[in-house]
Nanobody, 122 residues
Framework: QVQLVESGGGLVQAGGSLRLSCTASGRTFSIFSMAWFRQAPGKEREFVAGVDRSGGSTSYADSVKGRFTISRDNAKNTAYLQMNSLKREDTAVYFC???????????????WGPGTQVTVSS
């Protein structure tokens, strides 16, 4: 059973940066796309960024374009989300997920991590 575990969340001031990591167990990491979603209190879980299995193609939500960068290291079974110029509205629980392609909808992903909290203060 594949498991995903996120790390790197925390409290940061507006304008600051954080890098989230998502490490997968098992040997099949490189054949799946990976994505980051987030969920703020009282809101639906939303797509943030996705990367194809090779790392050569990425997709971003409009709200994070130019500020966030998704990447992956297949040798380490790890996906990353570099978050720069953070805003208060980026405060949420961030989840990584595994899929067969890079889609923006939750039903495109079959394995999810437990999430990591990111809090941006003013």
């Amino acid at each position: 059973q594949v498991q995903l575990v996120e790390s790197g969340g925390g409290l940061v001031q507006a304008g600051g940066s954080l890098r989230l990591s998502c490490t997968a167990s098992g040997r099949t990491f490189s054949i799946f796309s990976m994505a980051w979603f987030r969920q703020a209190p009282g809101k639906e879980r939303e797509f943030v960024a996705g990367v194809d299995r090779s790392g050569g193609s990425t997709s971003y939500a409009d709200s994070v374009k130019g500020r966030f960068t998704i990447s992956r290291d297949n040798a380490k079974n790890t996906a990353y989300l570099q978050m720069n110029s953070l805003k208060r509205e980026d405060t949420a629980v961030y989840f990584c997920a595994r899929g067969l392609g890079v889609t923006t909808t939750r039903d495109g992903y079959d394995v999810w991590g437990p999430g990591t909290q990111v809090t941006v203060s003013s």
